[in-house]
């Protein structure tokens, strides 16, 4: 199963974007998912998470300002930016959660500009 998450761009600060995370297998669609970001320099590291049961939860940098929704019939799951901050710099990524190494897609370049 690929995983290609799109949706991302150069916006400045406080600006919004919405993410969108597509797979090539529909199974997916009732796992637990997530969305994660790749810092340069820094580990990856997971930001949303939505279970199949429909629990949410974010990480503290992003608590307020991000939310992850179950995705219509093409996408898997978004994930919707508001009041974007230099430090959500990064390359986003979804996946499982746990995630698996071979869902791992090229993920989507955020830059936030202040």
């Known amino acids: 199963v690929q995983l290609q998450a799109s949706g991302g761009g150069l916006v400045q600060a406080g600006e919004s974007l919405r993410l969108s995370c597509a797979a090539s297998?529909?199974?997916?669609?009732?796992?637990?998912m997530g969305w994660y970001r790749q810092a340069p320099g820094k580990q990856r590291e997971l930001v949303a998470t939505l279970t199949s049961g429909g629990r949410i939860s974010y990480a503290d940098s992003v608590k307020g300002r991000f939310t992850i929704a179950r995705g219509n019939a093409k996408d898997l799951v978004s994930l919707q930016m508001n009041s974007l901050k230099p430090e959500d710099t990064a390359v986003y990524y979804c996946?499982?959660?746990?995630?698996?190494?071979?869902?791992w897609g090229q993920g989507t370049q955020v830059t936030v500009s202040s």
């Open positions: 996946n499982r959660v746990p995630p698996r190494g071979a869902y």
């Open positions: 297998g529909s199974i997916l669609r009732f796992k637990d």
